[in-house]
């Protein structure tokens, strides 16, 4: 039924303004203006017009600032900043403005000049001094904790002009502590107790320097240290190198006395033989300890003669320099060390670590160094042994060649030392007065015209007087052939000569 009331109102209604015709036409109808701010006064730019003024509006429209209730038409505006420090100027980024005779608002002044709002110390026209905190008083202040302040007023407690303080919770730790660094040359933390640098406590220290380690006892060796265990050799004669025998096991650092790292020498009783020395004498003393004694053969000449057709396997047909060198030559083929043979090849094994190219002769050439390869029938080469000529002694047409060669050798110096091919080719050279300027190799030298030559004639070095290098043992001596048959001849191969013998 109310539902049906409804209805019925509302179709009575209905036709009722069709033939009166409701509507507001009738009112008198305005325009308003928005009052943002409340003050009575609306905004001439923001209108509506209405029969009755809506909420916030107003008719006035006179404002001049509707976003300020405190300035309204008629009124003289003053502007008043903002004193967040208390001091009485003001920050000219924060303001407020108001209608003269208002109330000055809260927190505000007409100053607009203070240069640091947030500081009362600071104010215009003073002289700005920063001062950093001193936390732990020894006078140096802290760079990351500062405040300013006017020039002539009080520096605040706690705080300091200097802001050079490297550590403000420890009063023993600032610029004027020094401390001393010392050179980590080796870079394994621990530095030379010799070379040091005095430097602030606050500098950075210097580069490849530590502090307060100065227990390195060889800042050469980032191995060597007080952290690590070391061998360390008595060095009884105090030259500096350690007896290999006696020796002890410390930690790295300090070293114990009369004892080295090294263990290299080898007469710890006589400090002049070391490995540092020098082994120059030919005097049979090993002194730079390198195993080679540097001897110079100079007894009384011995004589060595092989008949042509002569067993050369056999000691009779052999001489035996040492136990490394023994020379010989077959009955077809030049001189050679029968001994390096022996010891470096037996039946199908290789012995010594050498290889197929190591057994290749230094006399003829790779691919015929070697007859017979399974029964150690070598075609030649003096293996382990080179060759000089000492002079002109014995030249068979002395001229030009001869006075110009500046290839000749000197005992105990290895420089002009050659393959006994070499010699050979040389001496054949001179002998026809052909100039020899260099070596290429051990099968080839080199003429004055810049061509490389290998002629050989051994028996022109009958009469020379030659130098011999045993390398091996670093000892030389003297050798003059006196013969040399034709080994092609049946039988052949005959050969003698006299050398230099030890001195005792």
């Not at 009112?27 to 006064?41: P, S, V």
Request: proline fraction near 5%.
């Amino acid at each position: 039924m109310k539902i049906l009331n409804r209805i019925f109102l509302y179709g009575a209604l209905s036709t009722f303004c069709f033939f009166t015709s409701c509507s507001n036409d009738d009112c008198a109808q305005e325009t308003f203006y928005q009052d943002a701010d409340g003050d009575g006064y609306g905004d001439a730019a923001k209108s509506q017009t209405a029969c009755t003024a809506p909420k916030g509006y107003v008719a006035d429209n006179t404002d001049t600032d509707d976003t300020n209730a405190n300035v309204f038409p008629g009124c003289t505006q003053v502007t008043y900043y903002k004193d967040s420090d208390g001091d009485g100027f003001g920050n000219p980024s924060i303001s407020e403005t108001v209608c003269e005779g208002e109330d000055t608002p809260s927190g505000y002044v007409a100053d607009k000049t203070d240069p640091d709002d947030t500081n009362a110390a600071i104010f215009p026209d003073c002289e700005q001094v920063t001062v950093y905190e001193d936390t732990d008083g020894d006078g140096f202040g802290n760079p990351d904790v500062s405040q300013n302040l006017c020039s002539g007023e009080d520096t605040p407690e706690g705080f300091v002009v200097d802001n050079t303080d490297c550590d403000d919770t420890n009063a023993e730790l600032n610029p004027d502590v020094v401390v001393t660094y010392y050179e980590d040359a080796d870079g394994d933390g621990f530095g030379n107790p010799g070379v040091s640098q005095e430097v602030s406590v606050c500098a950075d220290a210097p580069a490849g320097y530590v502090p307060l380690e100065n227990t390195d006892c060889d800042d050469t060796d980032a191995e060597i240290n007080p952290d690590v265990v070391v061998t360390y050799y008595e060095d009884a004669d105090g030259d500096g190198f350690g007896n290999p025998q006696i020796s002890k096991i410390a930690t790295g650092c300090p070293i114990p006395q009369g004892f080295v790292l090294d263990n290299t020498d080898c007469d710890d009783a006589d400090a002049s033989k070391n490995p540092g020395a020098q082994d120059s004498s030919l005097d049979g003393v090993d002194t730079n300890c390198d195993g080679i004694p540097g001897t110079l053969w100079a007894g009384p000449n011995e004589t060595f003669d092989k008949e042509g057709g002569a067993d050369w396997t056999q000691p009779e047909n052999q001489d035996r320099l040492t136990d490394r060198v023994v020379f010989t030559r077959q009955n077809a083929g030049p001189m050679y060390n029968y001994q390096w043979w022996q010891d470096n090849f037996d039946g199908d094994a290789i012995h010594n670590s050498k290889t197929e190219s190591d057994l290749f002769a230094d006399f003829w050439n790779a691919d015929n160094a070697i007859k017979d390869f399974n029964e150690i029938n070598p075609s030649g080469g003096t293996k382990g042994v080179r060759w000089a000529l000492l002079d002109d002694t014995g030249a068979d047409n002395p001229g030009d060649a001869w006075d110009q060669f500046s290839l000749y050798g000197t005992l105990g110096d290895p420089t002009h030392f050659y393959s006994f091919h070499n010699l050979c080719t040389i001496v054949r050279y001179l002998n026809i007065n052909e100039q020899i300027i260099g070596v290429n190799n051990d099968f080839f030298v080199i003429k004055s015209d810049n061509v490389s030559v290998n002629a050989t004639v051994q028996s022109q070095l009958v009469n020379k007087k030659l130098g011999v290098w045993l390398v091996e043992e670093d000892i030389y001596l003297t050798l003059t052939f006196t013969e040399w048959g034709n080994g092609q001849d049946n039988p052949g191969g005959a050969i003698s000569y006299t050398r230099s013998t030890p001195n005792n």
